[in-house]
């Protein structure tokens, strides 16, 4: 079976991205928030993964209103980036992981989870950003993706309930797949930011710091909590959160923070990332 | 039969089916400049490319003025209007600025907790 070598939450902020594409990652505003991802970087390349799973939301660019699936699961063999309006962005495009992929479509409809499955589809900053911050700006990505897509842009959005049961759900795939690849999953978004309305620029540190002490150790809190829980913690954006979910979802009860980092604002964000084992797997590490 | 409604948060619009069907258009105009094409007819003559959409006069005339509050208001949501803002490039923070009708560097300082930068 394949092995599930970590889970990691980031925040996916575009201004991230364009950060890196105007070279500002060591002016003042930027150095702190860039220099808390050197040992997530240093962790990744020392675990070397095969496979990411990343779970994030698409901020209508591959999908308008006209069509909005609240699941939806890339089978795709290549991954193009897409143009959000400033033009394409010069990253690598995505190598899919499409045979895990349709293993994971099978798991999900058995399991009575029922995504959009997209042959064809390209990908915007939600998954851009993450893996320009573990990974840098290689030529080619080190890692083959499985993206899943979770819609938090139209209400109703879905529960963070069901973020932690289809995160179980990745689990059980991911032990059930018989090739032998390391398989890492990848929750992302928030964490406090609220973008419209006249509670524009809602900062909650404390709930943040919060948030990232505890995901790892008492993560049935935040699974209990009520989408307008989120919202109302968080920012209306914020409660992209619940993305987290299908990560900490798919790691065992027991797990350990390897690390973790807070910078806020970025941009409007609170930005934060957290990289937790499954305690088994760490002490195996350590023997 | 309807579902349940979320209880209000102060200040914090949901976009739900309402939001969703009062901006459709204004969001189906904005979602079309990913096209550089469509970007480049937008900046050539704005009111024309305007035409192609059912705007209601009142988000036709906030695009004009890129009124960002009165956009949100109008069912935008900030998704896709960020997209009109690509053209004439306004830090997403002066957006926010906007829609609570604060002074820019007020609202990095007050609300995003940033240092001033003018005394």
Same mark, same amino acid.
């Given at each position: 079976m394949a092995e599930l070598i970590g889970g990691c939450g980031t925040s996916h902020v575009p201004s991230i991205g364009i950060a890196l594409d105007r070279g500002?990652?060591?002016?003042?505003?930027?150095?702190?928030?860039?220099?808390?991802?050197?040992?997530a970087k240093e962790w990744i390349a020392e675990q070397k993964p095969d496979i990411a799973v990343v779970i994030f939301n698409d901020h209508g660019n591959a999908f308008f209103l006209d069509r909005v699936p609240t699941l939806a699961l890339g089978v795709a063999e290549d991954y193009q980036i897409i143009d959000e309006g400033w033009g394409k962005r010069d990253i690598p495009p995505f190598k899919g992981a499409a045979d895990f992929s349709w293993h994971l479509a099978d798991a999900m409809v058995e399991g009575h989870f029922d995504p959009l499955i997209c042959?064809?589809?390209?990908?915007?900053?939600?998954?851009?950003?993450?893996?320009?911050?573990?990974?840098?700006?290689?030529?080619?990505w080190p890692v083959k993706i499985v993206p899943i897509f979770v819609n938090t842009v139209q209400y109703p959005i879905p529960t963070p309930q069901r973020m932690w049961e289809l995160g179980q759900l990745l689990r059980r795939a991911i032990e059930s797949w018989p090739g032998d690849e390391r398989i890492v999953v990848f929750g992302t978004g928030g964490l406090t930011h609220q973008l419209?309305?006249?509670?524009?620029?809602?900062?909650?540190?404390?709930?943040?710091?919060a948030w990232l002490a505890e995901i790892g150790p008492n993560p049935e809190k935040y699974r209990d909590?009520?989408?307008?829980?989120?919202?109302?913690?968080?920012?209306?954006e914020g409660a992209e959160l619940i993305m987290w979910l299908v990560m900490r979802g798919a790691m065992d009860a027991d797990v350990r923070t390897v690390m973790s980092h807070y910078y806020a604002p970025a941009s409007m964000t609170g930005a934060g990332m957290v990289v937790l084992e499954n305690e088994v797997h760490a002490t195996e590490e350590a023997a | 039969?309807?579902?349940?409604?979320?209880? #209000?948060?102060? +200040?914090? #619009?949901?976009? +739900?089916?309402?939001?969703?069907h009062r901006g459709?258009?204004?969001?189906?105009?904005a979602m079309s400049l990913v096209s550089a094409a469509n970007r480049e007819a937008f900046a050539a003559d704005e009111e024309a490319y305007l035409d192609r959409y059912k705007l209601s006069p009142e988000q036709r005339a906030a695009v004009l003025a890129r009124d960002w509050q009165g956009m949100i208001r109008l069912g935008g949501n900030i998704f896709y209007i960020l997209k009109i803002s690509a053209l004439d490039p306004?830090?997403?923070?002066?957006?926010?600025?906007?829609?609570?009708?604060?002074?820019?560097?007020?609202f990095l300082v007050e609300r995003l907790g940033k240092e001033r930068r003018n005394g």
């Amino acid at each position: 079976m394949a092995e599930l070598i970590g889970g990691c939450g980031t925040s996916h902020v575009p201004s991230i991205g364009i950060a890196l594409d105007r070279g500002l990652q060591d002016t003042p505003d930027w150095k702190p928030f860039f220099d808390g991802y050197i040992p997530a970087k240093e962790w990744i390349a020392e675990q070397k993964p095969d496979i990411a799973v990343v779970i994030f939301n698409d901020h209508g660019n591959a999908f308008f209103l006209d069509r909005v699936p609240t699941l939806a699961l890339g089978v795709a063999e290549d991954y193009q980036i897409i143009d959000e309006g400033w033009g394409k962005r010069d990253i690598p495009p995505f190598k899919g992981a499409a045979d895990f992929s349709w293993h994971l479509a099978d798991a999900m409809v058995e399991g009575h989870f029922d995504p959009l499955i997209c042959r064809e589809i390209e990908l915007d900053h939600g998954i851009q950003v993450p893996m320009e911050l573990f990974f840098g700006r290689p030529e080619a990505w080190p890692v083959k993706i499985v993206p899943i897509f979770v819609n938090t842009v139209q209400y109703p959005i879905p529960t963070p309930q069901r973020m932690w049961e289809l995160g179980q759900l990745l689990r059980r795939a991911i032990e059930s797949w018989p090739g032998d690849e390391r398989i890492v999953v990848f929750g992302t978004g928030g964490l406090t930011h609220q973008l419209q309305g006249a509670r524009a620029g809602f900062m909650n540190r404390d709930a943040d710091k919060a948030w990232l002490a505890e995901i790892g150790p008492n993560p049935e809190k935040y699974r209990d909590w009520t989408r307008e829980q989120f919202v109302e913690t968080f920012g209306s954006e914020g409660a992209e959160l619940i993305m987290w979910l299908v990560m900490r979802g798919a790691m065992d009860a027991d797990v350990r923070t390897v690390m973790s980092h807070y910078y806020a604002p970025a941009s409007m964000t609170g930005a934060g990332m957290v990289v937790l084992e499954n305690e088994v797997h760490a002490t195996e590490e350590a023997a | 039969m309807s579902a349940r409604k979320p209880a #209000p948060i102060p +200040d914090t #619009p949901l976009f +739900d089916r309402a939001g969703s069907h009062r901006g459709y258009e204004l969001n189906k105009m904005a979602m079309s400049l990913v096209s550089a094409a469509n970007r480049e007819a937008f900046a050539a003559d704005e009111e024309a490319y305007l035409d192609r959409y059912k705007l209601s006069p009142e988000q036709r005339a906030a695009v004009l003025a890129r009124d960002w509050q009165g956009m949100i208001r109008l069912g935008g949501n900030i998704f896709y209007i960020l997209k009109i803002s690509a053209l004439d490039p306004m830090p997403v923070t002066a957006i926010g600025a906007a829609q609570v009708g604060m002074d820019h560097e007020d609202f990095l300082v007050e609300r995003l907790g940033k240092e001033r930068r003018n005394g």
